[in-house]
């Protein structure tokens, strides 16, 4: 039951922040053409805390709502390498990229009254959001613009996830005695 409650929790957070990224990315840039890359990729920041948080489990807890908001997306026919390889990639690229940083020694402990290493979440955060849209760009064959757009996305994201967490957590450890 508890691991339901959890696939239900973050596939509405994941759903809410790919909906929000998706209504900004309008909001600045109004285009019909809606690409892969998003100028604030919300969904992005969200995977980046849940692999942090969960490591390799955060996979199964995405699972459904990343292939479910990737299909969604597109209006044109895709190869099967698009229609699945991208939103396989983009699941599991950032869980991996924390798992190989903790399996070196890397500090990212997550523990009650341990002061969180900030300066290493978001370093592997960067790498994961680096490897994420130089993966996008070799499944989908688009350019090195599109690349560097979804990269700021990815950051801009990843940034603004971290800093609402970092927010929370911190009133959060005012608030209890």
């Known amino acids: 039951m508890r691991h339901a409650r959890r696939v239900i ?28 890359a998003r100028i604030v990729d919300l969904s992005h920041g969200l995977r980046v805390i849940l692999a942090w948080v969960y490591g390799l489990i955060s996979i199964s807890y995405l699972a459904p709502i990343s292939f479910l908001t990737h299909w969604g997306l597109f209006d044109e026919r895709q190869s099967i390498i698009q229609l699945l390889g991208l939103p396989l990639f983009g699941l599991v690229c950032t869980p991996l990229v924390f798992e190989f940083a903790n ?12 002061m969180i290493n900030w300066y290493n979440v978001v370093s592997i955060g960067l790498i994961a959001s680096s490897a994420d849209a130089l993966g996008c760009k070799l499944i989908t ?6 690349m560097l757009v979804d990269l700021g996305g990815n950051l801009a994201g990843m940034t603004l996830g971290i800093g609402v967490l970092r927010l929370g957590l911190g009133i959060i450890r005012n608030l209890t005695p």
């Open 141 to 146: 064959g688009s350019s090195y613009k599109l």
């Open 9 to 36: 929790t973050q596939t509405f957070l994941y759903y809410g922040a790919f909906q929000l990224s998706v209504a900004l990315h309008r909001s600045i840039a109004p285009s019909d053409n809606l690409d892969i």
């Open 103 to 114: 399996r070196l020694g890397v500090d990212l402990r997550l523990k009650r009254g341990y």
